[in-house]
């Protein structure tokens, strides 16, 4: 099953609630991807990168890029360990990667990017993730979680386009 979720590509949305625990799913789907020798950026908004990282050995926690949203998201400490221009700058610095080979990327959690970025925005940043030209005729997974009440107010239609 994780096989053909991942051979998919493009965007593979995946669900969070109190019936249905996503970050699991999540975590596995991340497991195969780095076991197949892929590079996988996670973009953490919910966990801290040590909290995330828990339950991987070290071969999958090799493959891991974590940019790191957790501790200071908006950059108010000012210790200059936030990302350069927040999220929406981290999800671009994505697009604009230039080592070759296959990547997986993983949102963790796309609920609170939706709930601090400009729906619209988002969604063109996130179809740009999805249709970038990491290897000839490949299109990258794309592993956004999302918590079940924010999915209610954000149609599921918009995330697909």
């Not at 979720?5 to 493009?10: D, F, N, S, W, Y």
Request: aromatic share 4%; glycine share 6%; with cysteine.
């Amino acid at each position: 099953m994780l096989e053909s979720l991942l051979a998919l590509g493009g965007l593979v949305l995946l669900r969070d609630s109190v019936e249905w625990e996503g970050r699991s799913l999540l975590k596995a789907l991340i497991k195969k991807s780095a076991a197949c020798g892929e590079q996988v950026h996670i973009l953490g908004c919910e966990v801290s990168e040590e909290e995330f990282r828990e339950g991987f050995d070290s071969h999958v926690n090799s493959r891991l890029v974590y940019h790191d949203l957790f501790r200071d998201p908006l950059n108010w400490s000012k210790t200059g360990e936030a990302l350069p221009e927040g999220p929406l700058g981290a999800l671009r610095a994505m697009c604009r990667r230039t080592n070759p080979g296959p990547v997986t990327i993983a949102l963790d959690s796309l609920s609170w990017l939706l709930l601090h970025l400009p729906c619209t925005t988002l969604c063109q940043t996130l179809h740009a993730l999805s249709h970038q030209d990491s290897c000839p005729g490949e299109t990258p997974p794309l592993l956004p979680l999302i918590q079940l009440p924010l999915l209610r107010q954000v149609p599921l239609s918009t995330l697909r386009k």
